[in-house]
């Protein structure tokens, strides 16, 4: 159980152009999504918190009109970098939060990733 | 200062060896803790939580010092699979819930 899924799991862009990637949550509903940057030899680094049907909690230093985050429904949300360029290319990783689980509900669920390169 | 740091390494290390990890937080008021292991280009996968009187699950054991903000994760008969980097990741509660802070993570080699 307890599987979150992202797709493109690889993108190879230009630069200037729109990349979608989506974060679903298979067996569980996830009122909370995560979106995290990782650079290489770097820690993942929170860019927002995505709560079902309301607008995204940016980290600070993160452009909410550049990563545009939806989170339309319990089990999916998109992250949408808009107008990529190079400096871009990172490895982007989504997690969800399934509040149902009594684990004490802090244990995020990780998908496998989305290398996005922007050339 | 970041908020959680580790010892980047590597820690080389042969097959069998003891190895230790060391972390410190800087948010005294951070909730829980967590080791979650990475491996090369894939997502962390969590590993286990860290309580303040200590826990141990197979060879793996983790220690909390909350007075000193310290975390610890001990690896006994280590096995080439464990090579990987480990990452320790406090949870702390804020006015958006809980967030997720990972360090940059501590990489471990263990060779024949």
């Known amino acids: 159980g307890a599987v979150v899924s992202q797709h493109p799991s690889r993108v190879i862009c230009k630069s200037g152009t729109s990349v979608k990637i989506e974060c679903r949550s298979l067996?569980?509903?996830?009122?909370?999504m995560f979106w995290y940057r990782q650079f290489p030899k770097q820690s993942l680094m929170l860019m927002a918190t995505?709560?079902?049907?309301?607008?995204?909690?940016?980290e600070q230093g993160v452009e909410k009109d550049k990563f545009l985050i939806n989170h339309a429904s319990l089990t999916l949300s998109t992250l949408t970098v808009t107008s990529a360029h190079p400096e871009d290319s990172s490895f982007y990783i989504c997690?969800?939060?399934?509040?149902?689980?009594?684990?004490?509900?802090?244990?995020?669920?990780f998908g496998p990733g989305t290398r996005l390169t922007v050339l | 200062r970041k908020e959680v740091e580790q010892d980047p390494g590597p820690f080389n290390v042969p097959e069998g060896a003891t190895v230790a990890f060391n972390c410190t937080y800087s948010n005294s008021a951070s909730q829980s803790f967590f080791w979650y292991r990475q491996d090369c280009r894939k997502e962390p996968k969590l590993l286990m939580s860290v309580y303040s009187s200590g826990n141990e699950d197979g060879r793996f054991t983790a220690q909390l010092n909350r007075a000193s903000q310290y975390i610890s994760l001990l690896i006994r008969d280590s096995k080439l699979s464990d090579s990987a980097t480990y990452l320790c990741v406090v949870n702390e509660v804020t006015g958006g819930g809980n967030k997720l802070t990972f360090g940059t993570g501590t990489q471990l080699k263990v060779e024949l």
């Open positions: 067996d569980f509903q996830a009122t909370t």
């Open positions: 997690s969800a939060r399934d509040m149902v689980i009594t684990s004490g509900g802090n244990e995020q669920f």
């Open positions: 995505s709560n079902e049907g309301s607008k995204a909690t940016y």
